[in-house]
């Protein structure tokens, strides 16, 4: 069986029911609602986007509490009249909503393996930093005054990622500047009578406006690759193995770039990727070697204070 949330197209109840299969939410649909025999068969709809579920798989694969609308005979469906003047106000709530249970759903990552705190992303270290510590304390079952310790980590990660992003910003300048360097110099070493030939540009038909390649990557991550400065420090593991998987000409195609620029952004990934694999690895192997301890306990979580 299956929950399910039901309502008409412009009514504002709605009505949990549970079925096991579309032809029984149906008929339920029907009666709850209280649509006239005369105006079925009705059709259900997604409340979200309006997609039509007639389809007995796609109804199973759809997770519980999914909300539909139910629409009678001639009725369509319409983004306006669905919840009227307070779609604003169940979209905020669909947000808070959203935002708790991401907290809480990293705050179990940490639960099973402190170790996944190097897997994670920029965005989601800050999500949990800002989490308030007696929520915290209680979701992983902790003292607030470990969870304090814990915060402190995760700022000290935040920060190391951060110096790193800073140092290669400053590095990067600093090639660039004696990139630039050379071609002065070069050019005022040329001989001035030397004559210079006149070169045609060719059109190689390699443009990436005209490329058919498309690329997997959710507009988010686009977006971090290519804005931020070393976008690698900032993406979690997970997506940072999706940008690897990548076509290097697709990536290139969607991100505006040369494929050569392309395949030095997946390089760096890469590193990154593979230096926090690395850094896991050690905190499992030390753990392992620790008097046969499996997980990180939290009372011998270090302080937050390093050690000189």
Known sequence: MKRCVVRRRDGPEQHGVAASCLRELRDKACGVLAIDKAREPITLVLAEDGTIVDDEDYFLCLPSNTKFVALAKDEKWSSKSLDSGTAWLSQSVDEV?????????????????????????????QVLID?????????????????????????????????ERQSRQLLQLYLEALKTEDSILSKVAEPEAAPRKEVDVVDTGTS?????????????????????????????????????????????????????????????????????????????????????????????????????
């Open 131 to 163: 989490v308030p510590r007696s929520d915290l304390a209680e979701e992983l079952a902790q003292s607030e005054t470990k969870i304090q310790v814990l915060q402190d980590t995760l700022q000290q990660v935040l920060d190391r990622r951060e110096e």
């Open 208 to 308: 990436s406006t005209g490329t058919s390649a498309t690329t997997t990557l959710s507009n988010q991550v686009l977006a971090a690759l290519k804005e931020k400065p070393a976008p690698e420090l900032c993406l979690d593991s997970q997506d940072l193995e999706l940008v690897l998987k990548e076509d290097a000409a697709a990536l290139a195609s969607a991100l505006g770039w040369d494929k050569q620029r392309a395949g030095a952004l997946q390089e760096a990934c890469d590193q990154e990727l593979s230096k926090r694999l690395k850094q896991v690895q050690t905190l499992h192997s030390l753990r392992s070697t620790s008097k046969g301890k499996k997980t990180l306990p939290w009372g011998d979580w270090p302080s937050a204070k390093r050690k000189k």
């Open 97 to 125: 909503d959203s935002a708790a249970e991401k907290w809480k759903q990293l705050a179990r990552q940490l639960k099973d393996d402190l170790s996944n705190i190097i897997l994670m992303s920029e965005e989601d270290l």
